[in-house]
């Protein structure tokens, strides 16, 4: 007989009997179905809650108040109860959002500024009731239906019959102003009566000021002053002509022309004037040679000498600029005396030119006067002036056309003269500074000008329009430019203290194998010259040497101290080949040889 065994309750079966027999506890909490010798095992697990834990105060005072509208704080990251549209768009409190500095939120902007209203409102009226605001402290009320509504000071509203600035008639504004003004007048009148007599007497005191104080526009003159100061007549008399030269600017000064002769007889035995030149002169020698010594000086200038010029081809006299207002003309080959002076200027004399026979020269002064002179009797022929100061002066060179006068004036204009008529036939206006030099080329068809805008322009003579510009930004200004004896090259004195040499062909090239320096012109307009061979170039400089270098080789071939100060100008004989001419700021013109 096989014998049954009932298995053991496992553990797990009597815990699971223990939590169902915990459902029928009775009101004691016992079970009714134990009996009270079963031992119940001790409870091992505590009740816990899987949900998590919420902060219900907020939601416990919405429901409590419905009114309630607190707004988000933009900083918290997390919102423990469900806020309400209004709550969520409402303006930030407090410190401004960094992304919202107004504190309109971005949905509720319709304009970077924030939001804006439309409002049906014309833009007259709304300045009108502005300014009005502003001046009397009332304006209309633009939320009010009806126009009668008014806002701000209703005192001043009744008082004015409720006027705007735009309404007040012209009439009734001037009379407000004098009515003003009378009052003013009136109230610092009463002052003055109450002031005490000491301290309206007493400059320190306020009292004083309000009584001796006077307005530039004060309104009535006290009468008009008859006579003038002597400082007030020289002031008026400048302005009057300086006035009277911008009016008329087409003359410079007017003075009257003289002359002096100072040979011994202005016609020889003979008949022969004293400007003939002498019958045997002729070149000795076609090679020139450097000057070594001094022959002779001519003192007679009282200011500096501004430039010199040999007569044209015979060299027998020399012209002379001078500072001192005054040209004169020296004998080179007999006497070395002073033969005639020129007389005609007010100021400095800055350029002179002789025609081609030597007959008649230009001469340019700063007094913007340029005249037309006989050398033989020193009469003016004629006067040209636009009123600006003539920087250089020149004859067309061709023998037909000795009547054309070419001036570079001051205010960056080449002017052109028909000296027959007198008129101003042509204007080359192209430089943009003053023009220093005008050298003709290419068989006189064209003339190479230079100016302070340190550049070189060439033109088509009679055609105003620049061929050629050169202008670079290495260049310095050329105040002085000679064309070599073979009329194949330029020399140009450039400011940098050094000669520069550009071709005349097509294309004027500068020619970078020539240069010519060692001196020290910077600053100084000091002339260029070529002897008549071609061989040697000379230069005066501004410590008053004057400079030789050899043509080929463009070394120094010699320098001479000849002036005190500036060396301005430079000059070698046309036919006695080693004698030159140079002229400086010292007021001496010396012959060497």
């Known amino acids: 007989m096989n014998k049954v065994t009932h298995p053991s309750p496992s553990p797990t079966m009597d815990l699971l009997q223990n939590y169902h027999n915990d459902d029928e506890l009775d009101e004691h909490g016992q079970n009714p179905n134990s009996s009270p010798d079963s031992s ?48 969520l768009w409402a303006p930030v409190l407090g410190p401004a959002h960094p992304y919202a500095k107004d504190g309109i939120a971005q949905g509720m902007r319709n304009h970077k500024l924030g939001f804006v209203e439309n409002a049906a409102i014309d833009s007259f009226v709304f300045d009108e009731q502005y ?4 001046k009397y402290g009332y304006a209309a009320d633009p939320s009010a239906s009806a126009g009668n509504n008014y806002v701000g000071d209703l005192d001043t509203l009744e008082k004015t019959n409720g006027i705007s600035v735009y309404n007040i008639p012209q009439h009734e504004q001037k009379k407000r102003k004098i009515e003003k003004k009378r009052e003013v007048t009136e109230e610092e009148g009463d002052g003055d009566d109450v002031m005490d007599k000491e301290e309206v007497e007493n400059p320190a005191t306020d009292a004083w000021l309000m009584k001796n104080r006077k307005s530039p526009w004060a309104g009535k003159k006290e009468g008009l002053q008859t006579e003038l100061s002597e400082e007030q007549q020289k002031y008026a008399e400048e302005h009057a002509r300086k006035k009277a030269e911008k009016a008329g600017g087409e003359k410079g000064e007017v003075v009257a022309d003289k002359t002096t002769f100072h040979g011994k007889e202005e016609r020889d035995y003979q008949g022969r004037s004293w400007l ?38 015979y060299g027998h006299l020399i012209l002379s600029a001078g500072m001192d207002t005054k040209v004169k003309i020296w004998d080179v080959f007999n006497s070395g005396k002073c033969m005639r002076t020129y007389m005609g200027h007010s100021k400095a004399v800055r350029d002179i030119s002789f025609c081609n026979d030597g007959t008649k020269f230009l001469t340019a002064s700063y007094d913007k006067n340029i005249k037309y002179w006989d050398t033989e009797t020193g009469q003016v022929i004629s006067t040209f002036s636009t009123g600006k100061i003539p920087y250089v002066v020149k004859l067309n060179p061709d023998d037909d056309k000795q ?3 070419l001036a570079g004036m001051s205010d960056k204009k080449i002017v052109q003269w028909d000296m027959n ?40 003579f009679g055609i105003p329009v620049v061929i050629k510009y050169i202008s670079e930004p290495h260049m310095h200004s050329m105040p002085a430019i000679s064309l070599h004896p073979n009329s194949n090259w330029l ?55 004057c400079w030789f ?28 080949q080693s004698k030159v001419a140079t002229c400086g700021w010292d007021g001496l013109i010396k012959y060497w040889d």
């Open 276 to 313: 003939a030149p002498p019958k045997d002169a002729k070149a000795s020698n076609d090679h020139c040679y450097i000057p070594k010594r001094l022959v002779h000086t001519w003192s007679g200038h009282t200011k500096g000498v501004s430039a010199i010029r040999f007569f044209p081809k």
């Open 131 to 134: 300014n009005t605001f502003h």
């Open 421 to 460: 008529s007198g008129q101003i036939t042509q204007e080359y206006d192209q430089h943009l500074g003053a023009v220093n030099t005008i050298t003709f080329v290419d068989n006189n068809r064209r003339f190479v000008t230079s100016s302070d805008d340190k550049s070189l322009r060439v033109w088509e």
């Open 549 to 576: 270098w050899d043509w080929k080789s463009c070394k120094v071939f010699r320098t001479l101290k000849c002036h005190e100060g500036v060396c301005i100008g430079c000059e070698w004989h046309p036919l006695e």
């Open 40 to 87: 119940s095992p001790p409870r091992l697990l505590p009740s816990k809650s899987a949900a998590p834990k919420v902060d219900d105060t907020m939601l416990a005072l919405t429901v409590a108040n419905q009114t309630l509208s607190k707004p988000i704080d933009p900083v918290q990251h997390a919102v423990a109860f469900n806020p309400t549209y209004d709550q």
């Open 491 to 545: 020399a140009a004195q450039s400011l940098d203290n050094q000669i520069l040499i550009y071709s005349t062909r097509e294309r004027f090239q500068l020619n970078k194998k020539k240069r010519f320096a060692g001196h020290i012109v910077a600053g100084y307009a000091c002339q260029v010259n070529f002897s008549p061979d071609g061989r040697f170039v000379m230069s005066g400089d501004g410590e008053g040497k």
């Open 403 to 405: 009547n054309i006068l």
